[in-house]
Protein backbone atom coordinates (compact mmCIF):
# COMPACT_ATOMS: atom_id res chain seq x y z
CA UNK A 1 0.00 0.00 0.00
CA UNK A 2 1.18 3.47 -0.91
CA UNK A 3 -0.92 5.71 1.43
CA UNK A 4 -2.79 7.53 -0.75
CA UNK A 5 -6.31 6.74 -1.25
CA UNK A 6 -8.87 7.91 -3.51
CA UNK A 7 -12.59 8.21 -3.42
CA UNK A 8 -14.69 6.90 -4.65
CA UNK A 9 -13.76 3.42 -5.55
CA UNK A 10 -16.58 3.25 -8.25
CA UNK A 11 -19.01 6.03 -9.81
CA UNK A 12 -21.46 6.12 -12.13
CA UNK A 13 -22.41 9.17 -13.96
CA UNK A 14 -24.85 10.37 -17.17
CA UNK A 15 -23.29 12.44 -19.76
CA UNK A 16 -23.67 16.07 -19.37
CA UNK A 17 -23.26 15.83 -15.51
CA UNK A 18 -20.09 16.99 -13.45
CA UNK A 19 -17.81 14.74 -11.20
CA UNK A 20 -15.36 15.48 -8.64
CA UNK A 21 -13.50 12.87 -7.53
CA UNK A 22 -11.01 13.17 -4.07
CA UNK A 23 -7.36 12.23 -3.60
CA UNK A 24 -5.11 12.10 -0.01
CA UNK A 25 -2.02 12.01 -0.63
CA UNK A 26 1.19 10.13 1.36
CA UNK A 27 2.17 11.61 4.72
CA UNK A 28 4.66 14.52 3.78
CA UNK A 29 3.76 14.78 0.13
CA UNK A 30 3.37 18.22 -1.39
CA UNK A 31 2.46 17.38 -5.40
CA UNK A 32 -0.46 15.32 -6.41
CA UNK A 33 -0.58 14.65 -9.95
CA UNK A 34 -4.20 13.46 -11.90
CA UNK A 35 -3.92 11.11 -14.66
CA UNK A 36 -6.38 9.20 -17.19
CA UNK A 37 -6.31 5.74 -17.69
CA UNK A 38 -8.35 4.39 -20.60
CA UNK A 39 -8.98 0.48 -20.21
CA UNK A 40 -5.76 -1.23 -21.91
CA UNK A 41 -3.98 1.62 -22.23
CA UNK A 42 -1.08 4.21 -20.37
CA UNK A 43 -1.91 7.16 -17.46
CA UNK A 44 -2.54 10.08 -19.39
CA UNK A 45 -1.19 13.46 -17.91
CA UNK A 46 -4.50 15.34 -17.01
CA UNK A 47 -2.63 17.75 -14.35
CA UNK A 48 -0.09 18.15 -11.45
CA UNK A 49 -0.74 20.70 -7.90
CA UNK A 50 1.86 21.68 -5.92
CA UNK A 51 1.15 23.93 -3.22
CA UNK A 52 -2.18 24.83 -4.07
CA UNK A 53 -1.60 25.48 -7.55
CA UNK A 54 -1.94 24.16 -10.84
CA UNK A 55 1.78 23.31 -12.18
CA UNK A 56 1.97 21.65 -15.26
CA UNK A 57 -1.18 20.41 -17.55
CA UNK A 58 -1.74 18.05 -20.34
CA UNK A 59 -3.71 17.96 -23.43
CA UNK A 60 -7.44 18.09 -20.97
CA UNK A 61 -9.99 20.73 -22.30
CA UNK A 62 -10.59 23.55 -19.53
CA UNK A 63 -13.87 21.35 -18.48
CA UNK A 64 -11.17 19.30 -15.89
CA UNK A 65 -9.65 21.16 -13.38
CA UNK A 66 -8.73 20.98 -9.39
CA UNK A 67 -7.98 21.91 -6.88
CA UNK A 68 -5.48 20.93 -3.47
CA UNK A 69 -5.87 21.96 -0.29
CA UNK A 70 -3.78 23.24 2.64
CA UNK A 71 -3.56 19.77 3.75
CA UNK A 72 -2.47 18.86 0.39
CA UNK A 73 -5.32 16.38 -0.55
CA UNK A 74 -6.74 17.43 -4.07
CA UNK A 75 -9.87 17.27 -5.94
CA UNK A 76 -10.63 16.37 -9.38
CA UNK A 77 -13.53 18.21 -11.17
CA UNK A 78 -14.67 17.36 -14.51
CA UNK A 79 -17.95 19.37 -16.13
CA UNK A 80 -20.38 18.37 -18.82
CA UNK A 81 -19.45 14.78 -18.78
CA UNK A 82 -18.97 13.02 -21.91
CA UNK A 83 -19.06 9.45 -22.71
CA UNK A 84 -15.38 9.20 -23.86
CA UNK A 85 -14.12 10.33 -20.20
CA UNK A 86 -14.87 6.87 -19.10
CA UNK A 87 -12.13 5.40 -17.24
CA UNK A 88 -10.03 4.98 -14.54
CA UNK A 89 -8.89 8.29 -12.70
CA UNK A 90 -5.67 7.74 -10.96
CA UNK A 91 -4.01 10.43 -8.44
CA UNK A 92 -0.04 10.30 -7.51
CA UNK A 93 2.05 11.82 -5.18
CA UNK A 94 5.42 13.22 -4.63
CA UNK A 95 7.74 15.37 -2.70
CA UNK A 96 9.59 17.99 -4.69
CA UNK A 97 12.38 17.61 -2.22
CA UNK A 98 14.34 15.56 -4.65
CA UNK A 99 14.54 16.65 -8.16
CA UNK A 100 13.17 12.83 -9.53
CA UNK A 101 11.05 12.48 -6.81
CA UNK A 102 9.09 9.28 -6.89
CA UNK A 103 5.20 9.37 -7.75
CA UNK A 104 3.27 7.06 -5.15
CA UNK A 105 -0.13 5.86 -7.09
CA UNK A 106 -3.66 5.94 -5.29
CA UNK A 107 -5.91 2.34 -6.73
CA UNK A 108 -7.84 4.89 -8.97
CA UNK A 109 -11.23 5.99 -9.33
CA UNK A 110 -13.32 3.99 -12.02
CA UNK A 111 -15.79 6.31 -13.91
CA UNK A 112 -18.19 4.57 -16.30
CA UNK A 113 -20.31 7.79 -17.99
CA UNK A 114 -23.52 5.95 -19.56
CA UNK B 1 5.34 15.28 -29.64
CA UNK B 2 6.63 12.87 -27.27
CA UNK B 3 5.92 9.48 -27.43
CA UNK B 4 6.81 6.54 -25.14
CA UNK B 5 5.97 3.03 -26.74
CA UNK B 6 6.67 -0.62 -25.71
CA UNK B 7 7.44 -3.22 -28.17
CA UNK B 8 5.12 -5.84 -27.55
CA UNK B 9 1.72 -5.57 -25.68
CA UNK B 10 1.68 -9.28 -24.44
CA UNK B 11 4.71 -11.60 -22.63
CA UNK B 12 4.56 -15.03 -21.50
CA UNK B 13 7.22 -16.60 -19.73
CA UNK B 14 7.29 -19.66 -17.65
CA UNK B 15 8.23 -19.40 -13.87
CA UNK B 16 11.50 -19.19 -13.01
CA UNK B 17 12.67 -18.07 -16.27
CA UNK B 18 13.84 -14.66 -17.02
CA UNK B 19 11.70 -11.56 -18.51
CA UNK B 20 12.60 -8.79 -20.57
CA UNK B 21 10.54 -6.07 -21.12
CA UNK B 22 11.37 -3.38 -23.91
CA UNK B 23 10.46 0.02 -24.30
CA UNK B 24 11.36 2.81 -26.76
CA UNK B 25 10.80 6.39 -26.54
CA UNK B 26 11.26 9.27 -29.09
CA UNK B 27 12.21 12.43 -27.25
CA UNK B 28 15.96 13.18 -27.15
CA UNK B 29 15.50 15.78 -24.53
CA UNK B 30 13.62 12.80 -21.85
CA UNK B 31 16.52 12.62 -18.99
CA UNK B 32 14.67 10.23 -16.95
CA UNK B 33 13.16 7.29 -17.00
CA UNK B 34 10.86 5.24 -14.99
CA UNK B 35 9.25 1.30 -14.68
CA UNK B 36 6.13 0.60 -13.16
CA UNK B 37 4.36 -2.42 -12.45
CA UNK B 38 0.16 -2.58 -12.42
CA UNK B 39 -1.87 -5.37 -11.29
CA UNK B 40 -5.17 -5.69 -12.11
CA UNK B 41 -7.96 -3.09 -9.74
CA UNK B 42 -4.59 -1.14 -8.63
CA UNK B 43 -2.71 1.60 -9.75
CA UNK B 44 0.66 1.33 -11.10
CA UNK B 45 3.50 0.48 -8.55
CA UNK B 46 7.07 2.26 -9.04
CA UNK B 47 9.14 -0.23 -9.78
CA UNK B 48 12.99 0.83 -10.65
CA UNK B 49 14.68 4.40 -12.26
CA UNK B 50 17.11 5.69 -14.14
CA UNK B 51 18.44 8.96 -15.28
CA UNK B 52 20.25 9.13 -18.74
CA UNK B 53 23.58 9.70 -17.46
CA UNK B 54 23.39 5.83 -16.58
CA UNK B 55 23.44 2.83 -18.76
CA UNK B 56 22.16 0.33 -16.30
CA UNK B 57 20.59 0.58 -12.56
CA UNK B 58 20.11 -2.62 -10.73
CA UNK B 59 17.11 -3.42 -7.80
CA UNK B 60 16.34 -6.42 -6.23
CA UNK B 61 15.41 -9.20 -9.07
CA UNK B 62 14.80 -6.08 -11.47
CA UNK B 63 17.92 -4.50 -14.40
CA UNK B 64 17.04 -1.62 -16.39
CA UNK B 65 18.73 -1.00 -19.11
CA UNK B 66 19.26 2.67 -21.37
CA UNK B 67 20.59 2.84 -24.67
CA UNK B 68 20.19 6.81 -25.01
CA UNK B 69 21.91 5.89 -28.88
CA UNK B 70 18.76 4.26 -30.30
CA UNK B 71 16.67 5.61 -27.42
CA UNK B 72 15.54 2.37 -25.55
CA UNK B 73 15.18 1.19 -22.37
CA UNK B 74 14.59 -2.62 -20.74
CA UNK B 75 13.21 -3.76 -17.85
CA UNK B 76 15.09 -7.11 -16.99
CA UNK B 77 13.32 -9.50 -14.31
CA UNK B 78 15.53 -12.47 -13.22
CA UNK B 79 13.51 -15.62 -11.89
CA UNK B 80 10.44 -14.16 -12.77
CA UNK B 81 7.50 -15.40 -10.48
CA UNK B 82 3.88 -15.71 -10.56
CA UNK B 83 3.63 -12.56 -8.66
CA UNK B 84 5.16 -10.68 -11.46
CA UNK B 85 2.33 -11.41 -13.51
CA UNK B 86 0.68 -7.70 -14.29
CA UNK B 87 1.07 -5.06 -16.69
CA UNK B 88 4.40 -3.00 -17.08
CA UNK B 89 4.96 0.35 -18.24
CA UNK B 90 7.74 2.38 -18.51
CA UNK B 91 7.53 6.50 -18.45
CA UNK B 92 9.26 9.13 -19.49
CA UNK B 93 9.39 12.08 -16.72
CA UNK B 94 9.30 15.78 -17.07
CA UNK B 95 11.24 16.82 -14.03
CA UNK B 96 9.85 20.31 -14.02
CA UNK B 97 6.92 19.60 -14.48
CA UNK B 98 6.28 16.58 -12.66
CA UNK B 99 4.91 14.86 -15.81
CA UNK B 100 5.55 11.35 -16.45
CA UNK B 101 4.24 10.28 -20.17
CA UNK B 102 3.76 6.87 -19.93
CA UNK B 103 3.61 3.85 -22.73
CA UNK B 104 0.84 1.39 -23.33
CA UNK B 105 1.83 -1.13 -21.32
CA UNK B 106 3.24 -4.86 -21.42
CA UNK B 107 1.07 -7.96 -19.87
CA UNK B 108 3.28 -10.11 -18.45
CA UNK B 109 2.24 -13.53 -17.76
CA UNK B 110 3.95 -15.99 -15.81
CA UNK B 111 3.08 -19.84 -16.13
CA UNK B 112 3.88 -22.23 -13.68
Known amino acids: ETGVTQSPTHLIKTRGQQVTLRCSSQSGHNTVSWYQQALGQGPQFIFQ???????GRGNFPPRFSGLQFPNYSSELNVNALELDDSALYLC?????????????FGPGTRLTVL | GESVGLHLPTLSVQEGDNSIINCAYS??????FIWYKQESGKGPQFIIDIRSNMDKRQGQRVTVLLNKTVKHLSLQIAATQPGDSAVYFCAEKDTNAGKSTFGDGTTLTVKP
Open chain 1, 49 to 55: YYREEEN
Open chain 2, 27 to 32: NSASDY
Open chain 1, 92 to 104: ASSSRLREEDTQY
